[in-house]
């Protein structure tokens, strides 16, 4: 039988795990129309508008606490069958984040340069950057298998 912390663990793992996707979902669904935004109206929504300034800040606090609780999470499931997955889930999220470091962020430390600066000619090339956001694609798989270690356990539970 599971102990109550570790249920709890789990279940802030897979509550944050789902706000973590839910950013990018938001993300991907409005991507199309802002990739055919002009100059200035992306520039002015995005950068000077703070569009997504509560991605920086709650958003990150998200982040962060996903990889902690799964961190926490695979911990506390050492020597059980669900160790191994969900560690590695907690180690795609940390992937996931590394990715965000070596793409995004640099495409946001150009972006805040053009608070006070008119934006480069280049200017679509970082909006391409900035907009590709290469953390999704490791927290869907992370995700997953968070999900599949509470079918492990679920198993386990009945037999």
């Known amino acids: 039988m599971q102990?109550?912390?570790i249920k709890l663990w789990r279940f802030v793992a897979?509550?944050?795990?789902?706000l973590t996707l839910g950013m990018g979902i938001c993300h991907v669904m409005e991507m199309p129309a802002r990739m055919s935004w002009d100059q200035a109206l992306?520039?002015?929504?995005t950068v000077q508008?703070?569009?997504?300034?509560?991605?920086?800040?709650?958003g990150a606090a998200i982040d962060l606490a996903a990889i902690g609780s799964a961190g926490?999470?695979?911990?506390?499931?050492?020597?059980?069958?669900?160790?191994?997955?969900?560690?590695?889930?907690a180690g795609l999220y940390l992937l996931a984040l590394l990715g965000w470091l070596a793409v995004v962020f640099p495409a946001n430390l150009e972006?805040?340069?053009w608070l006070t600066a008119h934006p480069p000619d280049d200017w679509?090339?970082?909006?391409?950057?900035?907009g590709n956001r290469p953390r999704r694609?490791?927290?869907?798989?992370?995700?997953?298998?968070?999900?599949?270690?509470?079918?492990?356990?679920?198993?386990?539970?009945?037999?």
């Open 72 to 89: 926490i999470l695979a911990l506390l499931l050492r020597g059980t069958a669900e160790f191994r997955l969900a560690a590695i889930g």
């Open 137 to 159: 694609q490791h927290a869907v798989p992370a995700c997953r298998l968070r999900r599949t270690t509470l079918g492990v356990a679920e198993r386990r539970r009945r037999v």
């Open 42 to 45: 992306w520039v002015g929504a």
């Open 14 to 18: 897979l509550m944050l795990c789902a």
């Open 49 to 58: 508008g703070g569009l997504y300034r509560m991605f920086g800040t709650v």
């Open 124 to 130: 679509a090339a970082t909006r391409l950057q900035w």
């Open 3 to 5: 102990s109550h912390s």
């Open 111 to 113: 972006l805040a340069t």
